[in-house]
């Protein structure tokens, strides 16, 4: 069972807006801004979309924006595309004895 | 960016050893914290272990504390894990990934390791 808790899948129309959610707790999420938010596609090594919560790194679309409230981050893709459906996965450092932890994922389907 | 290459995945008994390396091409990995990243088949990602840029610190999941080492030799731009006593559920694809102030930038294609009788 992952630290971080994602849906397990969310979808959406081309278009569309949609937003995942990655839960902690204030041994993780809560308790610094060292989140980041990773697609990967089918048979594809993971791609970084997201840092520190909110920055995108240079060359990554601005469809896609985070943010956090209290124990929660968020990764909202805004404009949907059909390249856009992929897995989606939240990381952050822990204070725990495993210092870095994944979310479980999250299958996006764009409909 | 840094193009990053595993090896050493192979099929393994229950209880063997093998050793994975991440070789690095494009730029040095000397000023990077460096991560090893898995993936079992059908599975979400899981964080393994890091190394510090000049080896100093190493970190690993509680899961294969004691029986992975992960290490690096700068002057070869490599960074390797030695996995030993290895279980069936360390089944994975294993990716290297750059370890850059708190996220993982650049990722290999990753080596798959197959632990099975």
């Known amino acids: 069972q992952s630290a971080l808790t994602q849906p397990a899948s969310v979808s959406g129309s081309p278009g569309q807006s949609i937003t995942i959610s990655c839960t902690g707790t204030?041994?993780?999420?809560?308790?610094?801004?060292?989140v980041s938010w990773y697609q990967q596609h089918p048979g594809k090594a993971p791609k970084i979309l997201i840092y520190d919560v909110s920055y995108r790194p240079s060359g990554v679309s601005n469809r896609f924006s985070g943010s956090k409230s209290g124990n929660t981050a968020s990764l909202t893709i805004s404009g949907l595309q059909a390249e856009d459906e992929a897995d989606y996965y939240c990381y952050s450092y822990t204070t725990r004895s495993t210092p870095w932890v994944f979310g479980g994922g999250t299958e996006l389907t764009v409909l | 960016e840094v193009q990053l290459v595993e090896s050493g995945g192979d099929l393994v008994q229950p209880g063997g050893s093998l050793r994975l390396s991440c070789a690095a091409s494009g730029s040095t990995l000397r000023k990077y914290w460096m991560s090893w990243v898995r993936q079992a088949p059908g599975k979400g990602l899981e964080w393994v272990a890091n190394i510090k840029h000049d080896g100093s610190e190493k970190s690993y999941v509680d899961s294969v504390k004691g029986r992975f080492i992960i290490s690096r030799d700068n002057a070869k731009d490599s960074v390797f894990l030695d996995m030993n006593s290895l279980r069936v559920e360390d089944t994975a694809l294993y990716y290297c990934a750059t370890h850059n102030d708190w996220r993982l930038d650049d990722w290999g294609q990753g080596t798959l390791v197959t632990v099975s009788s």
């Open positions: 204030s041994s993780d999420v809560g308790g610094h801004n060292h």
